[in-house]
């Protein structure tokens, strides 16, 4: 019975915003399940986005060891209509190996495929020049230009050295500036009733020395303004603002807000048991949020506040789609033999993330540390 509603995982994509994680998920229980390959394979037929789902599938199966998902792959490479994206793809995923023989086809073919190549291998690889579309006018080197320059390029003094846009993207690769702070409530677009792009990052970037300053922004009429400054005290207050996020959070799940609860979720981890008003609220979004990635946040948060209550839920995360969440479980979920022996079948998983093994290594080996009896 479950077999149809695996391969429409496949076929279909059903996430909320399309950024969760899925095709380990979906490659593991094709593999757990035993179940014909057959349908995914005929989806490389499919339209684009099928064919890709089918891709990521097929390729982490191969690399468990399956000879049928293998060879699917490079036969679609040598006849199939999306083969540049299943090249560019395996050759990224697979062992030099698998692939390299395919040049030959690869130097055939290019020049008739109605989808241009996008990344530089394996074409460079084959020796095959690709002619991509004017990408448009290069952003300015601005790594000579002092921290006063590009201060400058914010206040309108200086225009003609770059964007302003590209001065705060510049800012935030450097140690925190300060000259930034009495700048911020000036630094928006056209209309003045949004923030340049890249601002948030760059105030996140400052740090705690912005919050005499957010003091001021989150009294100001302008929305974007006040909510910048919210975020910002809430970042870096401390106990004085916990009321407001437990009231944020209850606030975010009577509205079904699902974006944003995260950066909630995020900012009460520092607070520990103190939050603990919060863990049902927690417990609810990890459940119920249609975005998969987030429930690392909502999980994280949960270890810190309820570190003796969230075990169940740690042991069930380290079957999660997610590859944080499973790595919070492997960090956190308790000493059980069932829960140890998941975190080695992740370690010796070939289709696992290389973060995750790693990490499921390095649980083991503390254990196995932690078991040994001392020497007499």
Request: hydrophobic share 45%; glycine share 8%.
């Given at each position: ?60 199966l191969a690399l468990d060891g399956n000879n049928e998902a293998r060879e ?305």
């Amino acid at each position: 019975m479950a077999a149809p509603f695996v391969y429409e995982g496949v076929r279909h994509d059903w996430r909320y915003d399309g950024t969760d994680h899925r095709a380990r998920y979906l490659a593991g229980l094709v593999r757990d399940l035993n179940l014909p390959l057959a349908p995914v394979v005929a989806l490389l037929a499919g339209d684009e986005g099928q064919s890709r789902r089918a891709v990521d599938v097929l390729e982490l199966l191969a690399l468990d060891g399956n000879n049928e998902a293998r060879e699917a792959l490079r036969s679609h490479v040598r006849e199939g209509a999306h083969w540049v994206y299943v090249l560019e793809s395996i050759s990224d995923a697979w062992p030099l190996e698998w692939w390299e023989d395919l040049g030959g086809v690869a130097r055939a073919r290019i020049g008739g495929e109605p989808e241009l190549p996008w990344l530089d291998e394996p074409w460079t690889r084959f020796g095959i020049e690709i002619e991509r579309s004017d990408p448009g006018p290069a952003a300015h080197d601005l790594s000579g230009l002092a921290d006063s320059e590009l201060l400058d390029v914010l206040a309108g003094t200086r225009p003609e050295a770059c964007s302003r846009v590209e001065a705060l993207r510049e800012l935030s690769r450097r140690d925190p500036v300060e000259g930034l702070i009495p700048l911020v409530p000036s630094l928006v677009i056209a209309g003045g009733d949004r923030p340049l792009p890249l601002l948030r990052q760059a105030v996140r970037h400052l740090g705690p020395s912005a919050v005499p300053a957010a003091r001021s922004w989150a009294e100001d009429e302008r929305e974007w303004l006040a909510l910048l400054g919210s975020d910002v005290l809430a970042d870096h207050l401390g106990p004085e603002v916990l009321p407001a996020l437990v009231a944020e959070l209850a606030g975010q799940w009577r509205a079904r807000a699902w974006c944003g609860p995260d950066a909630t979720a995020n900012r009460l981890v520092r607070f520990g048991p103190a939050a603990a008003e919060t863990v049902p609220g927690l417990r609810r979004f990890w459940l119920h949020t249609p975005h998969s990635y987030e429930r690392a946040a909502y999980l994280a948060a949960w270890v810190a506040i309820d570190p003796d209550g969230v075990g169940p839920t740690l042991t069930e995360s380290l079957w999660d789609g997610q590859e944080q969440v499973r790595l919070l479980g492997i960090t956190h979920a308790p000493d059980r033999p069932e829960t140890l022996e998941r975190i080695a079948a992740l370690r010796d998983d070939p289709m696992e993330a290389p973060g995750v093994r790693a990490g499921a290594q390095a649980r083991l080996a503390t254990t196995a540390t932690a078991a040994t009896p001392c020497s007499p």
